[in-house]
């Protein structure tokens, strides 16, 4: 064996007066960091191992352990960063490309963070949402261009709908890339919410047909699981064309994930990797994508409404206004922040633009082209609160698509490792013995308490501004003010600065 | 009554039930202070065989055969349904150990049989290894 050019990056740290060498940590680390010296009495810890996921910290009974970054550092410097560096330490070492988890981690903009919400004062009245009745209930799907009525009796045909208690969504993960625990935390969170989850690409486990009015099915370049059932089973149907964190690229789930269960649900051979495609080989323009929807929409017979699942990219208005043209109902758009369960890493970190602007940008392009009745505009990709939710619909979305932060509800502490399939809080793997560890009873009930505790905050937030549904709040733009941005980044939030 | 129940498709065998059972019933008030450095005596046990593990204790029968077979009156069953051991009056001579037909009563520190009393005599008021366990394995609950 060469060097190894990389110092650890973390530390255990165990405080020895606390220790009581119970050994919960070391039966509790998929990555073997923890031991136990019988003959001195002591745990030992390998810190090369250890990825900071937190497993071993929380489940301490007498808080003993601490992981800190080590301070073993290379000389500093601005230019070549520790990163930079280690990643050429192991692309030297290995000759492959960079493999990552998650959402992208560098310092980018946050444009929620720029933007400030109104509230009324003196002129107009606040409501509160605790003692007048407030509408966060929002319906998803075409909307007909006019209103026609006979007598008292409205006319005209409506396409299908999904209907929402909330404006948030738990975006696409597929039974794969995730545990069949962590599906069905999502699944029974979902049903009991009056909201909707989302298969991902890796079709949908027999087991979980019976959450299907709560489902949205996926199909992806891959085609995985993909059957006249499974399109049925849902309450609509998902074209994934592209993934915030990967754009332009597909997916791969290697063959040691693919046990019986997946293999199954996947129609695919036990063992073998799960490649899905950059492109779907049948679309190569909007007319192509039509034909898929509408193909979608006869197998279904027109009663489930069809997403179109875009990663934010350059020309993404352009790309918005074919899909609105596409017969689909729904655009879904993946900001470049967005999380995966495994992705190339300078693509991940690299591709892609903010789901702010491109939100932004094509809610004004679809309004200046008088079709943004023909979508739902649903946006996801780093949505970290309740905030950020009423600062997506005043921006022109529909409803948001949460992943990240559901699986930090079910426990996931972002160590960013899923790629290994080692998750230790039993999320991001198919090993039967970490699956375990994630009991769906505890893990509904954290989501649900999530979620709750938005339309809360959605509530209160709504309420400040004097505005009592979501319906009123949608594109309301007046509502938003930004703080320390330039002019066009304005121009393309379509908001005025603070103070204006 | 209520009992401990084990559903072992979610016990991780990390064995914090054993650990925060020695605790609360060390009458201390740290578990560093009870533990740390000593052999512990509790009275829930991971059977463990590698793949399966589960967290045994008393499961205070209708009909308690440990009760019927102490030699020194220290076993009795309460009004309340629970198996309860007077550690005074223990002789240690384990005829309890051998009769449990679950092995849910060991021996404690000192000779004296030890066995899981539900923390109804201890500081906690409820069982401690359910309250503990990370992943709801243990639950206590009635059931018919």
């Known amino acids: ?500 | 009554m209520k009992r401990v129940f084990v559903d072992e498709q979610w016990c991780l065998g990390c064995h914090l039930c054993e650990y925060n059972c020695a605790y609360a019933n060390s009458g201390a008030d740290s578990m560093v202070k009870a533990l740390k450095d000593r052999q512990i005596f509790p009275r829930v046990r991971v059977e463990d065989t590698g793949k399966i593990t589960f967290a045994l204790s008393c499961r205070h029968c209708s009909d308690p055969i440990c009760v019927k077979g102490c030699i020194s009156g220290a076993l009795s069953k309460g009004t309340d349904g629970a198996v309860r051991i007077d550690r005074d009056k223990c002789v240690g001579c384990f005829t309890c150990i051998l009769l449990c037909p679950y092995g849910a009563v060991m021996a404690g520190e000192g000779g004296a049989a030890i066995k899981c009393e539900l923390c109804l005599e201890n500081a906690c008021g409820a069982p401690a290894c359910v309250a503990g366990c990370p992943n709801r394995a243990l639950v206590y609950e009635e059931r018919g």
């Open chain 1, 1 to 500: 064996m060469g060097i190894d050019f990389i110092y650890p990056e973390f530390e255990v740290k165990r405080d020895r007066e606390r220790c009581i060498a119970c050994r919960v940590c070391e039966r509790q680390c998929a990555n073997c960091v923890h031991s136990y010296d019988e003959e001195s009495g002591l745990m030992l810890s390998d810190e090369s191992q250890c990825v900071d996921c937190h497993r071993c910290v929380s489940l301490c009974p007498t808080r003993a352990l601490k992981i800190v970054k080590s301070d073993c550092a290379l000389r500093e410097n601005a230019n070549w960063t520790t990163d930079a560096i280690n990643e050429i330490y192991k692309q030297a070492s290995s000759g492959g490309v960079l493999l990552s988890s998650m959402g992208n981690p560098k310092p980018m903009p946050v444009y929620w963070d720029r933007i400030l919400i109104n509230a009324s004062q003196v002129t107009n009245p606040s409501i509160d949402p605790l003692r007048e009745p407030m509408e966060t209930r929002v319906f998803l799907g075409k909307k007909p261009d006019r209103i026609k009525r006979e007598g008292d009796e409205l006319c005209c045909e409506l396409t299908p709908q999904l209907e929402l208690s909330m404006p948030v969504m738990f975006s696409a993960m597929s039974y794969g890339s995730i545990s069949y625990n962590a599906h069905k935390s999502l699944a029974i969170a979902a049903s009991k919410l009056g909201i909707l989850y989302n298969t991902g690409e890796g079709g949908l486990h027999e087991d979980f047909y019976a959450y299907g009015a709560n489902t949205i099915v996926q199909v992806a370049s891959g085609r995985f699981g993909v059957h006249e059932k499974y399109l049925e089973a849902g309450a609509a149907v998902e074209i994934k064309m592209g993934q915030g964190a990967k754009p332009g690229i597909g997916g791969h789930l290697p063959g040691t994930k693919i046990g019986s269960d997946i293999s199954r649900t996947r129609m695919i051979p036990e063992g073998s990797d799960a490649i899905s495609p950059a492109p779907h080989h049948d679309i190569y323009s909007i007319e192509d994508l039509r034909q898929l929807v509408y193909s979608i929409k006869e197998t279904t017979g027109y009663r489930k409404p069809v997403i179109v699942k875009v990663a934010a990219v350059h020309n993404i208005a352009a790309i918005a206004s074919g899909i609105a043209r596409s017969g689909a109902d729904i655009i879904a758009i993946d900001g470049f922040r967005g999380g995966t369960g495994a992705a190339p890493t300078r693509i991940r970190d690299n591709v892609g633009i903010p789901i702010e602007l491109a939100l932004a940008s094509v809610d004004t392009r679809l309004r200046e082209e008088g079709i943004r009745n023909n979508v739902s505009l649903v946006v996801g990709g780093s949505i970290h609160s309740s905030a950020d939710v009423i600062k997506a619909i005043a921006l022109g979305a529909d409803a948001c698509y949460i992943a990240t932060a559901a699986l930090l509800a079910l426990g996931c502490h972002l160590c960013r490792t899923c790629q290994t399939g080692n998750c230790n809080w039993g999320i991001a793997t198919q090993r039967p013995e970490l699956v375990k560890r994630l009991n769906p009873d505890i893990g509904s009930e954290r989501l649900i308490n999530l979620m709750t505790a938005w339309n809360h905050e959605i509530k209160e937030l709504m309420g400040g501004m004097g505005i009592n549904s979501i319906e009123a709040l949608r594109g309301n733009r007046l509502m938003l003010r930004g703080v320390g941005l330039n002019g066009k980044e304005l121009e393309i939030l379509g908001i005025s600065h603070a103070g204006e």
